[in-house]
């Protein structure tokens, strides 16, 4: 178990590999962001995308999924405060394999409640075998210190 302790700044976490499936880009689309160049392989080529893309909202949602296998789910996190920055930089494609790596930026604890810690972290992901980077996001992230009994 990971705690606020543990999320020291310069701190890195591996996030994936996440495939990114066809289908699973038609369904969310369809879901949530049924945009012509998310749902339709003519739209999308015709689009400044260029091809069929992910919503940036899926790949976010994908992003999460990779957070919480990466470090998350073994970690004594209590959620966030917010999403401070968010940016796609380039279309993710079905196909793709997403990597990236999550890194603590600052750490500190909250002044009203000792038993708290809140860290800025940010993320980043990219194709699998490039360095191309097709989103970052820096984010909030609240965690319950090391318990005494936990040493």
Do not use: I
């Not at 990971?2 to 996030?15: K, S, V």
């Not at 369904?27 to 999308?44: G, K, N, V």
């Amino acid at each position: 178990m990971r705690y606020f302790e543990d999320f020291t700044p310069g701190t890195r976490f591996a996030l994936g590999p996440y495939t990114v499936e066809r289908e699973a880009v038609l369904e969310f689309a369809r879901a949530f962001d049924p945009q012509p160049f998310h749902l339709d392989e003519d739209a999308a080529n015709q689009s400044l995308l260029a091809g069929l893309s992910a919503s940036g909202w899926h790949t976010a949602a994908m992003m999460m999924r990779m957070m919480c296998d990466g470090y998350l789910l073994d970690s004594s996190s209590q959620g966030s405060p917010g999403v401070s920055e968010l940016k796609w930089l380039r279309p993710v494609r079905p196909g793709h394999v997403l990597v990236g790596e999550a890194e603590v930026l600052e750490a500190r604890l909250v002044r009203s409640r000792p038993e708290l810690g809140v860290c800025r972290m940010r993320n980043t992901l990219r194709e699998q075998g490039t360095d191309e980077v097709l989103m970052t996001c820096e984010y909030g992230l609240f965690l319950k210190t090391r318990p005494a009994d936990a040493q």
